[in-house]
């Protein structure tokens, strides 16, 4: 199999608490930074904005994404311009349609026009790839995420669509496409080979960078030792015919 240096994909970190943020940085492995309201209020951030310029302080030279968080698109565009003005490497995330169902296409385009760089969040399908790319064609560099890992979660295998995707947004030189909301490591390999841009992932996918490539007959002897251990651990025994742990 290929290690990961071999891979062409960027590796995007989705997070949004600041240590975890700046350990990130320290890794060249990763390409840059994408956050949304739910990790932020998961992580209890109480100040959009001084989070997000505390973070653009420590990591100036990276993609960051933040999101707009109204659902008016009239405030969504206000938001978008103070948004980017945090920094010249800042994407503001502008979701496909807003919660009535209503696409932002017409905004992505004034956007565009304005030269305000977007990263389009929570896409799912062939036609909003195809109708936001068209949108983004000639504004500045973008980005388009399409939610891979929520369309396994129906049951569909993602990579058809997002191989489509690719082939989509190859041709505007300017747009590039993120598979986003990963399940797994094997994600990562997967999204490379259907020639996705960037593949975003939260710690605990990055934590098992470590594995890759592993030998899977070390891997399954750890395991077994794994199992040995935690049964020694809770003090597992026999006792007549019933399985107990003992006391300490």
């Not at 990763?30 to 420590?58: C, S």
């Not at 659902?71 to 490497?89: C, S, T, V």
């Not at 790839?129 to 396994?152: E, H, Q, Y």
């Not at 041709?171 to 993120?178: A, E, P």
Request: glycine share 6%.
């Amino acid at each position: 199999m290929k290690s990961f240096c071999d891979l062409k994909i960027e590796l995007f970190a989705d997070s949004a608490s600041q240590d975890e943020m700046l350990r990130m940085y320290r890794n060249p492995l990763i390409r840059g930074f994408t956050t949304n309201p739910t990790l932020m209020r998961k992580a209890g951030v109480r100040d959009y904005e001084a989070f997000a310029r505390a973070i653009l302080q420590q990591v100036p030279d990276r993609p960051i994404s933040f999101e707009v968080f109204s659902d008016d698109f009239g405030e969504m565009e206000e938001q978008a311009h103070r948004i980017a003005g945090w920094g010249e490497n800042v994407y503001v995330k502008i979701p496909v349609t807003n919660t009535k169902g209503r696409a932002s296409t017409p905004l992505l385009a004034k956007l565009a026009e304005e030269g305000i760089k977007v990263n389009v969040t929570a896409l799912m399908t062939l036609d909003q790839v195809r109708i936001a790319a068209a949108v983004l064609a000639d504004g500045p560099p973008s980005f388009i995420s399409v939610f891979a890992g929520r369309i396994a979660d129906t049951g569909r295998d993602p990579v058809p669509l997002m191989a489509t995707a690719a082939q989509l947004v190859r041709r505007y030189s300017n747009v590039r496409l993120i598979w986003a909301s990963p399940r797994e490591l094997l994600n990562v390999f997967q999204a490379d080979a259907a020639g996705c841009n960037v593949i975003t992932a939260t710690a605990d996918i990055l934590n098992k960078l470590s594995l890759v490539g592993k030998d899977l007959d070390e891997y399954s002897l750890e395991t077994v030792r794994m199992f040995h251990d935690d049964s020694i651990s809770a003090g597992f025994q026999f006792s007549g015919e019933c399985l107990a742990a003992t006391s300490s």
